[in-house]
Structure formats: C-alpha cells, structure tokens
C-alpha cells in the first residue's frame, strides 16, 4: 500500500444495497412471526406488536395506561418482583403505546430468552391492574403532565396535530389531567380483555437466534386467545381546524418561540412519497439541508429546524420543527417560506443533490448494520402493509430522481398556503 497515495472516494449511491430477507412462522394459534436471524453478539430484540394504541380506545389515556400496567402486577408477582425477574437474567422488558399499535419488547441474552419468555407471557395472559399501581401510574402521568404543559415544546407538539387532523383524531386527540383522574381500573380490564387477552398480534425477533427459537415461541405463546382474524385499524375522519395561524401565549416570560408548521401530505402508499423524501431531505432533513444553513448558519435564529415527514399508518403530514428567539420568530417563518419559494423556482443543482442522494444512501447503509436494525426496517415495512419492493423502489428513486422532478413536487406539496402555522411562547 502506497500511503502517499490517497484511496479512490467511492461515493454510496453507488453502493448495491440488500436488506437482508426475515424468516416467516406461524404460532399454533396464528400468531405471524417475523425473524432475522443474525449477528455476532449473543443477544435478542423481541418485539410484541398488538393492535392496541389509542385509535381503539373509547375513553382518553386508557390506551396508554393498559398497556404500561400489564408490567406492574400479575396473580403471583408484583412490579417489584417482575423486574427484579428481567433483571436477575439481564433482561430488560419496555412497553410503548402508539396510535394503532402497542409493543411489548424484550431484549435478552440468548442464552437467558428461555427463562424470560414465561415471564412474558404471564404479564400478557395474568395482569391484574390493582389500584395501588393504577394510582401511582395516575400521580405520576399526572405530574409529569403537568411539568411538560409548562414547556413551549411541548405544547406546540400537542396543538399542531389537533389542528391538521382534529381534536377528535386519534392522531391530534391528547389527554389531560381530568382524562388521567378518570382511568379506572375496570376500564383498563375491558381494554385488556378486548385487545390484548382476544386482540391481534404480531411478533418480530431479531438476533442471534437459539436454534428451537420458534418451538420455544410457540410452547409460550402459542396458546394465546388471540382473534385468528386481523383487527382492522378503524380509520378516523380528518376534521382540520378551519384557521391557519396560531400564536398562543403559554409563558408570558418566554424569552423564545417553538414554531411548528404542518401541512396534510399522502401515507407511503402514495406514489409522491418516495420522491418526496428526498425533497424532505434536501429542504431540511438533515443538518446540511436548506432550512439549517439559511436559518441557523446564516441568519442565527436558532439552534437547530428540522423537517419531516410523520410515519403514520394513516393520514400523515410534512412537518417544520424549530424553536427561535420570541424577537425573530415571524422572520424564521418568513425564512422557511422563503426556501419553499427557492424549491418552487429555482432547479436543484447536481452537486447539491449528489451530496443528498450519498447521504441518504449513506444513511440506509447505517439503518442495516445490525439485526435489530434490519427488523426495524421491515417491521416498518409489514405494518405499513408494504413489501420489500418498497425498499428497493426507495433507494432506487433517491438514486435516480430527477431535479425537474423535485421542482414539480415542491410546486404541488410546498406552499405556504397549505400549511398550518403556530408559534407557542
């Protein structure tokens, strides 16, 4: 190796990417199960999907309560003693509630998954829902709540969804303080009852895989009462605030704004989706993008703007996100719309786009090295009721996208006009 000599920079759009391809079972009792078995590390991500989140919930924060309870006390252990289980075997269980769905993770060493896999399953199958953990479960959301309403961040987190999809959407409804007081625990039985102990479910394992894995999946899970037939997702009715701007005073002390600006944009079944992803990226998707070199390197306004694309199994939205000084808050959007004029008009340079495309590229490439993170992947994929088609039609239009193409898309999505504007102080 001749070291004088610098190495020939390859650059990663023109890598061939792969995403490794997951194992399909079937429990005794339908249960579909999702695996990639790989990696050098002795150790294991399993994620239990159910189709449990606050789409299905007749009452507010029930949801969100059932699931992070079915942790804190089973017939014969209490919360003390099912995490000092996990613990013991160096196990660590979490539970997460989203709109559609709610998870039950578990990651373990492989060695350990056998002894912890029963836990699991009694957590799921023997919850009890006392009232001493629902009341400490209610003091602390409660708290925690109210801590949070006092953020600006926060806040305007909480309004700008209500407003793109209503207050009564699963994506744009929030609980407060009266919502928590009135869980109950029969409430939260119901819930169970309906969704976890006869709801649907999915499973994704990832990791270095015992060679019985899925014997000892079905031995544990496999008798479950869970509904054979999938649960459809109810799909809401967007009912969007009639208004566009908001500014609303939360702390007459504020000495900044937080700025968020939103606009209704197509689900990944689109076909705009993919080629909007690169605009997305180019505009202010990561830390090069336009929006972060205008307003943060240039102008000063803040620390750090971000746009986005929300990853939702339903409707879904193209979101701004920063927090600005109060004094230059108006200016900052000012600025946003001014770059949303710039992809309107003017064409994308080549050199421009190339460093785009390498780094979205590049960032794929980081997103499959590991098996949790290839699982995660399809685990988007598959929820999203998409195939890997989908995967290689992404990189394939990040590769390829045109700038005429980009110009149009920021002709039909881009436009302030279409956006909901809120500045929360």
Known sequence: MNRKIAPTIKDAIDYTLHLKPYEYSKLDNGISVYTVNAGAQEVIQLEIVFYAGNSFEQQRGIAAATNFLLKNG?????????????????????????????????????????????????????????????????????????????????????????????????????????????????????????????????????????????????????????????????LADVFPAVEKKYRIENDPNAVQGAIRLASPFPNRHHPDFKKAMVLNTLFGGFFGARLMSNIREDKGYTYGIYSYIQNHLQQTAWMVSTEAGKDVSEATIEEVYKEMKRLREEKIGEEELLLVRNYMIGGILGDLDGPFQIMAKWKNIILNNLDETYFYDSVNEIKTVSADALMELANKYLLPEKFYELVVY
């Open 74 to 234: 089973t017939s014969t252990k209490t919360a003390l003693q099912i995490n000092e289980a996990f613990e013991y075997y160096g196990g660590y269980c979490n539970r997460v509630c989203y709109n559609e769905t709610a998870v039950i993770s578990l990651h373990s060493l492989t060695k350990h998954v056998n002894k912890l896999l029963p836990i699991l399953n009694e957590m799921l199958t023997d919850s009890i829902f006392s009232e001493e953990e629902l009341k400490v479960y209610k003091q602390n959301a409660q708290q925690r709540l109210k801590v949070n309403l006092q953020k600006a961040e926060f806040v305007a987190g909480r309004l700008i969804d209500s407003y793109v999809y209503g207050e009564q959407h699963p994506y744009g409804v929030y609980t407060n303080p009266l919502d928590i007081e009135n869980i109950t625990t029969d409430a939260c039985k119901q819930f169970y009852e309906k969704y976890y102990l006869n709801g649907s479910c999915i499973i994704f394992a990832a990791g270095n895989l015992p060679a019985q894995f899925i014997n000892e999946l079905n031995a544990v899970f496999g008798k479950l009462h869970v509904n054979k037939t999938s649960i459809k997702v109810p």
